[in-house]
């Protein structure tokens, strides 16, 4: 958490996103950290628990004449794999909650005249980091990249740099207590040094006005800025460029005007070269043009109604398992994805890796985006909204550019109170101010009066777009159920069935009516798809889930083994007979309508 101010230099324990960092010089911190298991977190804290002025963080060698003993030693202790997570780098830690540190020597010459920020891509669930022995950030939110500056506290020669990392549940945390994945520790993505000049672009929202289709429009912010400073923008290919001058919040609004321009969309995802430059800085990113919007119960993609093919995805690292951080990662699931017929998916239940909206953008694969804001979170508490908005603001801060990503989710199944429709209310309009071109979006639980399921949740009046989970043949009724259950909706909204589906155990095969087979599942699908079909608005779907990931929650032995097994394709790669089902239909054109 912790999100300071567009243009407000950072101070010691803040954090900011710096837009468009994948794009920027930078040095690498990944590698092999030392760490160190600290389960009562004595690295930081005393037997009072009073915070250390001498912690683990000062990264000491014990000496001759210390008055008293140094009972640590990153250089002789294990090394992990930065990024990624402890759970599956060593057995010792597969179960393992709680905090956790982190160590590193570098090499680094900062830049005359520029800033130094440290980046992380993610590191969950709060984390703490020195560089040199002094505090440089704290965070909270185990799914959204941060910044925090560290020009003061790098020097010319070798650095050391201490994390420490506590991916303890808690229950005024986002998520809290209960979640179905795997709660992976540690530094999950990437982590570097960026340099900028003193006066830099932080942040810039440019899309394309629904209006006319023709008009870029948005602003740019430039931290150290002044009032009257110029800013750039060009896009060559598209023969625009406009230049303008910051206000005094320091953002310059800008509008071009564009000779041609190829519309984004899952047919032609057409990305432009785009230039920003503000004084000393310049940068450059990789950008689709689109716009997104409703017309009653329709989604209009540039203006022409579209459904949305999908399926829903964790950000589990196909084969090997534990978080997902690769290239070959992303390849793997989006490219699974697009051989099923996708269009769109869904990244559940969380802010995934950078590189998966960067490959959706190039790929043509629209995404709904989410804040885990997921099941029973203490909605009464305003401290709890604030970490909430925080993390919604860091996923929009980085992601808002990408012309792939249609829908902000801002919650899954959670319960249906009144102070959980005013937080989550609270949420739709903070992701409509921070971004007014999207559409927001929620996953609802259904609710059921005999063969007819209701959806008619209050917190659809806050949303663009209506998101539905059912599992109609798996936590109730049989799949032949869904052959005559109708649908009562209480919105005139697009809907999309967020979730639906069942478990299957790839290779396990049997009748259609025995459960955790693969012909149970596919007899899901098979009874699923004509019923969603009679829905007359619905306009997507994301069927749980692509691939089998790990969860506490599945303990099943010889079946799930803390696997959720509701995968069209195991953890292994093997294709389940549900995904040829899906494919058909989607590749075919026998489920869903656009209008």
Known sequence: MCVVAPGVRAQPGATA???????????????????????????????????????????????????????????????LR????????????????????????????????????????????????????????????????????VTGLVHAGKN??????????????????????????????????????????????????????????????????????EVAVKIAEAGASATATLGEDGRALVRLSTKQLTLWSPEHPKLYRVELSAGPDALEDEMGFRTIEVRGTEILLNGQPVFLRGVSVHAEAPYRTGRANTQQDVDTLLGWAKELGCN????????????????????????????????????????????AEAQLGEEIGRDRNKAAIV?????????????????????????????????????????????????????????????????????????????????RIAYQKPMIVSEFGGGAKAGLHGAPDERW??????????HQLPMLNRIPQLRGMSPWVL?????????????QDYFNRKGLISDQGQKKQAFYILQKAYKEGLVGKAE
């Not at 869904?346 to 043509?364: K, N, Q």
């Not at 903070?430 to 996953?443: F, G």
Request: glycine letters at 6%; proline letters at 5%; a negative charge.
């Open 547 to 559: 691939m089998d990931f790990r969860s506490p929650y599945r303990q099943l032995p010889g079946i």
């Open 160 to 229: 050391s740099i201490v994390a420490a990392v506590d991916n303890t549940r808690l229950p005024d945390g986002v998520p809290t207590l209960e979640t179905d994945w795997w709660n992976y520790g540690g530094l999950t993505r990437d982590v570097s040094l960026i340099e900028v000049p003193q006066q830099f672009i932080d942040s810039y929202d440019l899309h394309l006005s629904r209006a006319d289709r023709k008009t870029i429009e948005g602003w740019v912010h430039v931290s150290g800025g002044k009032t009257g400073d």
């Open 517 to 526: 087979t693969e012909e149970y599942q596919a007899d899901i699908f098979k």
């Open 82 to 149: 930065v990024p990624g997570d402890w759970n599956t780098q060593a057995d010792r830690l597969f179960f393992y909650e709680g905090p956790l540190w982190y160590q590193r020597d570098f090499d680094f010459v900062p830049a005359a005249g520029k800033r130094t920020f440290l980046h992380v891509g993610a590191a969950n669930y709060r984390a703490w980091f020195w560089v040199n022995g002094k505090l440089a950030c704290t965070h909270e939110g185990g799914f959204t990249s941060f910044d925090c500056e």
């Open 407 to 487: 829908l902000w989710s801002v919650a899954n199944e959670t319960p249906n109170t009144e102070a959980r429709t005013k937080f989550l209310t609270a949420l739709a309009s903070r992701a409509r101010q921070l971004d007014p071109s999207r559409l927001v979006t929620a996953a609802l639980l259904v609710r059921a009066d005999g063969d007819t399921k209701i959806v008619d949740d209050p917190l659809g009046q806050a949303l663009d777009v209506i998101g539905a989970n059912e599992y109609i043949g798996w936590y109730e009724g049989h799949p032949e159920s869904a052959d005559h259950t109708l649908w």
């Open 17 to 79: 996103v710096l837009e468009d960092s994948d794009h920027r010089r930078s040095t690498s911190l990944d590698g092999d950290w030392h760490y160190m298991v600290d389960p009562y977190f004595n690295g930081l804290y005393s037997f009072h628990h009073e915070e250390k002025q001498d912690g683990w963080f000062l990264n000491r060698q014990a000496q001759p004449t210390d008055t008293t003993p140094v009972e640590y030693d990153f250089a002789k202790s294990p090394t």
């Open 344 to 387: 769109y998916v869904r990244l559940a239940h969380y802010p995934h890796d950078e590189r998966m909206t960067r490959t959706a953008d190039r790929m043509g694969i629209m995404v709904w985006s989410e804040i885990p804001t997921y099941w029973a979170i203490h909605w009464d508490d305003p401290q709890v909204l604030k970490k």
